[in-house]
T-cell receptor, first 117, second 113 residues
Framework: GAVVSQHPSWVICKSGTSVKIECRSL??????MFWYRQFPKQSLMLMAT?????????EQGVEKDKFLINHASLTLSTLTVTSAHPEDSSFYIC?????????????FGPGTRLTVL | DAKTTQPNSMESNEEEPVHLPCNHS???????IHWYRQLPSQGPEYVIH???SNVNNRMASLAIAEDRKSSTLILHRATLRDAAVYYC??????????????FGTGTLLAVQP
């Protein structure tokens, strides 16, 4: 199946700093990418949907100024957590869909574990 | 989005079949049934999806009730590597690629040796 990569796989940062997470589709063009967040022992929560070349659509309750999403190309989307605080510590997972198919299978990255001290 | 209901947890013995149920009584005619699974500390992995007919692939089989109000994911011979959280998700085919996958709580499958 298709491969989605994320970088870094884990990151530890100090409170108040910004962290960028990259998501790449390695062997297909991802017209749509999704960002999820998962807290321990909870399910995935969708944060935002991004389409290449346009602004991301954020789910209710997700601060767009805090979680900056850029989908500049068909293979790359980035999530920047600005002014991170300990409550932002979580497992962030990106997902990409091959837009060529009407009911495209959605592929997920391996996740990035963010720890804010 | 129509919701799904799954048991919180199930247990199975290694090399035995596993039937994971999912209820979706409010499913619409254009909703596809998707199954994903998530191993510990990993991103979800696609398992299978279907619309009306039963589906088979190398990982599993999907049995869909005639009224489409329920479905069952079948793992033919469970292995220890199948221990994961299994999510049953509905996604409307209308709207194309931007339609979202909304995860519920899923079923935690434990496989005993």
């Amino acid at each position: 199946g298709a491969v989605v990569s994320q970088h870094p796989s884990w990151v530890i940062c100090k409170s108040g700093t910004s962290v960028k997470i990259e998501c790449r589709s390695l062997d297909f063009q991802a017209t749509t990418m999704f960002w999820y967040r998962q807290f321990p022992k909870q399910s995935l929560m969708l944060m935002a949907t991004s389409n290449e070349g346009s602004k991301a659509t954020y789910e209710q309750g997700v601060e767009k100024d805090k979680f900056l999403i850029n989908h500049a190309s068909l293979t790359l989307s980035t999530l920047t957590v600005t002014s991170a605080h300990p409550e932002d510590s979580s497992f962030y997972i990106c997902s990409a869909r091959d837009g060529r198919f009407y009911v495209g299978t959605q592929y997920f990255g391996p996740g990035t574990r963010l720890t804010v001290l | 989005d129509a919701k799904t209901t799954q048991p919180n947890s199930m247990e199975s013995n290694e090399e035995e079949p596993v039937h994971l149920p999912c209820n979706h009584s409010t499913i619409s005619g254009t909703d596809y049934i998707h199954w994903y699974r998530q191993l510990p500390s990993q991103g979800p992995e696609y398992v299978i999806h279907g619309l009306t007919s039963n589906v088979n692939n190398r990982m599993a089989s999907l049995a869909i009730a005639e009224d489409r109000k329920s479905s069952t994911l079948i793992l033919h011979r469970a292995t220890l590597r199948d221990a994961a959280v299994y999510y049953c998700i509905l996604r409307d085919k209308v709207g194309g690629a931007t339609n979202k996958l909304i995860f519920g709580t899923g079923t935690l499958l434990a496989v005993q040796p």
